[in-house]
């Protein structure tokens, strides 16, 4: 059997290992980002080992390609002579042909030249002129002309052909990618329902009726939608090697390769200029909201989910920037009660989140978490810290309830201490099941999603409306 040369990105793993390094160059330092041009201008091969020297990759977490991987240890069982060859740095390919075990000899790119497209085939040739190459891009063509057989890896019908023409086909191995399902998981969509938030201004007015107004408050609802897509993509792309650690992040389209990471480099920006398209139509206040929350995420992404506590502050802080969003949608001026009450709850929900990654962590025997500033024996605080929280935010509503504004703008405000309970009942609930480990996901999209916190929700907004009525005049 002639020898069996493999591609590497896109073939025998469902990623690129370029655009995996340099993002995670720019997450270590940002300033890469204007070192990477005079890089390129000593070549692709230069650029390559510049990175490479200064980031490695986790060959064992790698999105492999399975199916290939089977088709190769049967070659290998057979005697056959296996060859990694990549454009990327010999660094890399040998990380991974080292983790593998199967390749007989690696070849990458040396820093002078990068080993692509001729350039490979040259190099091929040097070593065995008659061949067989497994490749998935155009790029690979003029291998596959030279070759005495071809291995294709996801390629369109139309190339298919093309190879078939060229050379005979050895074995065709296709995996999923890039289907509308992982498409529609990366925006997680679902997460949506956290910027229900942008609302809350809009009941607590009393506008419900007020169509100019609901219309804003869709819009807005819209905008956060699409930004906080665009963050989700670019967070995704920028946690690869810690997604793939963790027990149910690791199946996220990037991090398993379902999606190749250039759309997500070109998906991300798209809903960001998108976002802010849609909030021209808004109040400026709005816009400049808007611009802060993207600031703030950008900030979370690349520095501060790495440092304790301060991740924390910050989510619960996005959290009540949306409640801030959505009154400057419809030009009101939130009270400094549901700006308190929301940055005591949000931080509870948010060390909630925290405490489920740790019981977890915890249970699988190990100590820290991969990229973040915690260790298992935090657990016991992150509760205190959370329900201390929980309960504080209890208190600012029954401090809201005696307020003298408050009783100005209900009729019957008494009514709101029932409220209390209910709350009471609902954060206590939640950090119960986040002790016995019911909690798996995020905990505002729990609650959103939960029948319970759903049926406590629509009980408090039911007292919010009886609070309106003037119950003494009634009964009396």
């Known amino acids: ?231 989700y993509v670019l967070n995704d792309l920028l946690d690869l090697p810690s997604d793939r650690q963790h027990y149910s992040k690791c199946r996220r389209p990037f991090a398993a390769g379902d999606i190749p990471l250039i759309s997500g480099l070109i998906l991300s920006p798209v809903l960001l200029l998108s976002a802010f398209s849609v909030a021209s139509l808004l109040p400026r206040a709005f816009v400049v909201i808007l611009a802060l929350y993207y600031l703030c995420t950008g900030l979370y992404s690349f520095v501060l989910k790495k440092i304790m506590l301060v991740d924390v502050i910050l989510l619960a802080a996005l959290y009540t920037l949306r409640i801030i969003s959505g009154a400057a949608a419809i030009a009101v001026v939130p009270s400094f009660w549901l700006l308190a009450f929301s940055m005591f709850l949000f931080f509870s929900l948010a060390v909630v989140k925290r405490y489920t990654e740790l019981d977890y962590l915890r249970n699988a025997g190990m100590s820290q978490t991969e990229g973040r500033g915690y260790f298992a024996q935090d657990l016991g605080m992150m509760a205190m810290f959370g329900c201390s929280s929980a309960f504080l935010s209890v208190m600012v509503f029954a401090l809201y309830i005696n307020n003298e504004e408050t009783r100005n703008q209900y009729l019957t405000p008494e009514i709101l201490w029932l409220i209390c309970p209910l709350l009471l009942y609902m954060v206590t609930r939640i950090w119960l099941l986040a002790a016995r480990g019911q909690i798996a996901e995020d905990p505002i999209v729990f609650a959103l999603k939960d029948r319970v916190s759903q049926a406590v929700t629509l009980a408090c907004g039911l007292l919010l409306w009886l609070a309106n009525i003037p119950w003494r005049e009634v009964l009396l």
């Open 1 to 231: 059997m002639p020898p069996l040369y493999v591609d590497l990105d896109g073939t025998l793993i469902r990623s690129d290992l370029l655009i995996e390094s340099v993002l995670e160059l720019l997450k270590r330092n940002l300033l890469y980002l204007f070192l990477l041009p005079l890089w390129l201008l000593a070549g692709k091969a230069s650029l390559k080992q510049q990175i490479a020297r200064r980031v490695g990759v986790r060959a064992d977490l790698l999105p492999y390609n399975d199916s290939l991987l089977d088709y190769l240890r049967d070659q290998k069982a057979l005697g056959r002579k296996l060859v990694l060859i990549s454009a990327s740095d010999q660094t890399l390919v040998n990380a991974v042909a080292e983790h593998l075990g199967l390749f007989d000899q690696a070849i990458g790119s040396d820093g002078n030249i990068n080993c692509s497209g001729i350039r490979k085939l040259t190099r091929i040739q040097q070593d065995d002129p008659v061949f067989v190459y497994a490749g998935d891009n155009r790029v690979d063509l003029p291998i596959w002309e030279k070759a005495s057989a071809a291995i294709t890896v996801n390629l369109p019908a139309a190339l298919q052909q093309r190879v078939i023409a060229k050379t005979a086909l050895e074995h065709q191995c296709d995996y999923p990618q890039g289907a509308v399902k992982a498409y529609v998981r990366a925006l997680r969509l679902h997460q949506w329902l956290k910027n229900t938030l942008v609302f809350l201004p809009l009941a607590l007015a009393h506008q419900l009726d007020n169509p100019a107004l609901i219309l804003n408050a869709l819009l807005a609802f819209l905008c956060f939608g699409l930004c906080a897509s665009s963050v």
